[in-house]
């Protein structure tokens, strides 16, 4: 590797994480020598973060980096609190069993995957049914669990949350943009997060 900072060089998987792909579309792309990368002394590869964010400007069909990074900063949030226990104070979330509990951190990636796709097909309202489907799901989910409808919608707010002050906290650190492409974005982000409200209180009104 030359001499710059090595904490900027990327795993396979982080550069995957970073570009919205597959760690496979990755190494495919270094093995075609359209994404440059390194070979460590044990021989795995690495990828400069500043490669890896040029590759990502120049190709249309790579997932945005803002919403990739927001997206990453939302999950990691909601793990935080998970492990360092600030999720167990909340009432809402002692209702819930053990098994409850795992079910809903797979649903929680299924949601931020779902929205990431929304995101990067241009957030067409035809786009919505999944939110929709999600916002059913959760709702069941709970509903079995035993959770009142505030209660599910106060767990909803926790985790959609996170996703909001992620854009805003990406909209500080970046690099200078537009205003109104932050408005934007958040905007789109908000109408994922009210159609699977919606869907969530028409779930417990039906039930």
Known sequence: MDRRDVSEWLSLR?????????????RNWADEGRLASRRTVGKHRRFHRDDVLRFAGTHDDIQPV???????NALGSARMNVEDGTLLQAAWYQAISEQGRQAMRQYGRLVLEAMR?????????????EAVTLGKDYARLLSISGLTLPQATRGFFYFSDFVVNSILTWSELA???NPAEWAHLLRQVNTFIHAMLLSIIEYYEAD
């Open 14 to 26: 982080q550069a995957a994480d970073l570009l919205g792909v597959h760690p496979a579309t990755v």
């Open 66 to 72: 803002e919403v990739q990074v927001i997206i990453q």
């Open 117 to 129: 796709r929304y995101l990067s097909s241009g957030a067409p309202d035809a786009a919505l049914g």
């Open 175 to 177: 690099q200078p943009r």
